[in-house]
């Protein structure tokens, strides 16, 4: 086992810290429940909450004191690939993946408690979500379309299923999500013409329970896209407990440029669908990219959102697509409440009567190219955006981009079927405000689209990394730069918890995690406190 290296407070700090998670090492599971309302200083899930918000009620760190952040402790993996996924903290005990590789940490120093190993495999590994957790239990999907249950306590596999055939192409980096009993899972691969699949999994057997296909094999009598297959769900959808519905995004069809092969819409890849969480069933479905052309998967975070829009009080889901639009829904029904585009866009004739962008047909991809906005990377992609109910601000990491798209009949009807040349992009965070959509500022990243996601906070601070290496906190309210620490490009979505009365914030740049918290306080100004 590769022992992480950590910057710790003086050794006795350590002794104390190891006896105490001896004395609680036997509770540490996690009840489903407590997801519906998880602790204000916890972070127990891929969202922090089943909202998808990624903001915390923490108010410890704040505009006026964010300047006095010092490293509390920095654990390296000792891994070649780098830290995309976003920890979890379950009863003081972090949960932080790369591909192939799970480490339980105490969150106090971030001494290893153990660390999990999935043996070489032939997936595809191209990054890794993190973890979800049931009870005593962590579950863990590999580059090779398994699914790992690990028991919380030591590591030890309890089983090992596979969700997909990684041998038709398919392969896994999604961070699982419970939802009561269920445990829910996507699948990734969009290099061959494979339906997208979504299962729920019961999570102390891994018996499955059910598959959503946003798309069925071409040959299918019942195929329903015209077509199409593709529509993978690869990063962490969001959850209603009162509606009981769950929302995830789906990616795009295949064949991906050869558009010719799959007329019309090409449902539900492209979407934002709403499930039943307990038989998986389609209750609605709503296209930001109809037929897309230009692998403008709309994974993106389903964020929702309680609150009145343009006076009606409305449960909302927001979602800032990779295809430049940002959309607002009545996520009872999947109507669209609005569509504006939040980034560079000149690939639509208008949006349609149902708020769905209209694709130009003369934007399709073509064998002398098409000059595109936004490029195949998106206005934005995979990191997590964050909604403040304080300010009523959307926070993105986006970018305007402009690539050029061929396509190649030469390639066949199978898989990417083409290609496409990005030629420019400029990285920016922006605050959307949702009632209208218009961007109230923008905060320039210094090169192009950044691998960080947003984090904000109760205090009124934004967590972020920007294009060039650095880790940044912003005033919310106007996005005035109040903090940076240059550690390297930031890779994964910040997160925030409190331990014993000290607020840490967490992000991954390359191979290391990172613990930024204001400085301990003196004993003797403690003791002083105490004696009043």
Request: charged residues 15%; neutral net charge.
């Amino acid at each position: 086992m590769k022992i992480g290296y950590h910057v710790l407070r003086p050794a006795a700090g350590l002794i104390l810290v190891m006896l105490a998670f001896q004395g609680r090492a036997l509770a540490q599971g996690l009840d489903p429940g407590t997801l519906q309302q998880p602790p204000g200083q916890s972070w127990p899930t891929y969202h922090g909450t089943y909202s998808g918000q990624h903001h915390s009620r923490l108010t410890q760190i704040t505009p006026a004191n964010v300047n006095q952040l010092t490293l509390a402790w920095a654990f390296e993996t000792g891994q070649t690939a780098q830290v995309k996924s976003t920890p979890i903290l379950v009863n003081g005990i972090l949960y932080v993946t790369t591909p192939d590789n799970v480490w339980a940490l105490d969150a106090r120093s971030a001494h290893p408690l153990w660390h999990y190993t999935y043996p070489p495999n032939q997936g595809l590994h191209i990054g890794h979500r993190g973890v979800a957790m049931y009870k005593d239990y962590v579950y863990f999907t590999t580059p090779d379309a398994h699914l790992i249950s690990l028991d919380a306590r030591n590591g030890k596999v309890r089983w090992d299923i596979v969700i997909a055939d990684v041998m038709k192409g398919y392969w896994t980096t999604v961070a699982p999500l419970v939802i009561r009993d269920h445990l829910l899972v996507g699948t990734s691969g969009d290099f061959d013409n494979l339906p997208g699949m979504l299962k729920s999994i019961d999570p102390e057997t891994g018996d499955t329970q059910w598959t959503f296909y946003s798309t069925l094999p071409r040959e299918a009598p019942e195929a329903f896209s015209g077509g199409a297959t593709g529509g993978n769900m690869w990063i962490t959808g969001t959850y209603d407990p009162q509606l009981n519905l769950f929302y995830v995004g789906t990616g795009n069809p295949t064949p991906v440029l050869a558009a010719g092969a799959r007329p019309g819409d090409n449902p539900w890849t492209c979407s934002i669908v709403a499930l039943n969480p307990d038989n998986g069933k389609l209750v609605w479905g709503f296209q930001p990219s109809p037929h897309d052309t230009h692998d403008w998967d709309a994974v993106e975070v389903p964020v929702l959102v309680d609150g009145k829009f343009k006076g009606t009080p409305r449960k909302m889901l927001l979602q800032a697509s990779r295809n430049g639009y940002f959309f607002v829904l009545d996520r009872t029904s999947g109507k669209s409440l609005l569509t504006t585009p939040f980034a560079a866009v000149n690939w639509s004739a208008g949006v349609d009567q149902d708020g769905r962008p209209i694709p130009n047909p003369a934007k399709e991809p073509a064998r002398d190219g098409r000059l595109i906005a936004p490029d195949e990377g998106g206005a934005t992609n995979y990191r997590s955006p964050s909604f403040d109910a304080q300010t009523g601000l959307f926070i993105v990491s986006a970018q305007d981009s402009y690539g050029i798209y061929f396509s190649k009949p030469e390639h066949g009807e199978y898989g990417w079927a083409g290609a496409d040349y990005g030629l420019f992009g400029k990285g920016t965070l922006r605050a959307i405000d949702y009632q209208t959509g218009k961007i109230r500022w923008t905060h320039d990243l210094g090169g192009g689209a950044s691998g960080a996601g947003v984090l904000t906070t109760d205090s009124g601070l934004t967590f972020t990394g920007d294009s060039v290496g650095s880790v940044l906190a912003l005033r919310t309210r106007d996005g005035t730069t109040l903090w940076h620490s240059r550690i390297g490009r930031v890779g994964n979505s910040p997160i925030t918890y409190e331990l014993d009365g000290r607020q840490y914030v967490l992000v991954a740049s390359g191979g290391t995690l990172y613990a930024w918290a204001l400085p301990d306080r003196p004993v003797a100004m403690e003791r002083g406190r105490r004696s009043h």
